[in-house]
């Protein structure tokens, strides 16, 4: 029995780094073409990821003469500030305006990296309103 359990310790834990490699393929190829089926399927993964775990991901509300409130002000699109709208208002995020927010970051070169797609859905699911 406890070698059954070391056993499938070890399988997992070789799964899971074998998955690293295709996270970073996921990315590189919803960089060359975000409305292949394989970066939808992968951006719509990270989008419920995310909302499984906002609880964990929403950080502190900006300051409205901080230097972060300024830069949201003036970066973004349409969507991004769309989605945020969303979520203030119900605080429930739109799960298809979230996906769309994450493909057009994708699609301007917003999000390159994996660190750049985790700022980009913490930002997301932030509710920015000023205090």
Known sequence: MKKTLILALVALMWGTQAQAVPVIQELQSCNKDVNALECQSYLDGIVDGALIFKGKSVGKRLEPTGYEARALKYRGG???????????????????????????????????????????????????RVK
Request: aromatic share 4%; proline share 2%.
């Open 78 to 128: 349409n969507r991004f500030k769309e989605a945020n709208r969303v979520y203030c208002a119900d605080r429930i995020p739109d799960r298809s305006v979230l996906v769309a927010a994450v493909s057009e970051a994708v699609t301007t070169g917003v999000v390159t990296t994996q660190d750049a797609l985790t700022e980009v859905m913490v930002n997301l699911l932030d509710c920015q």
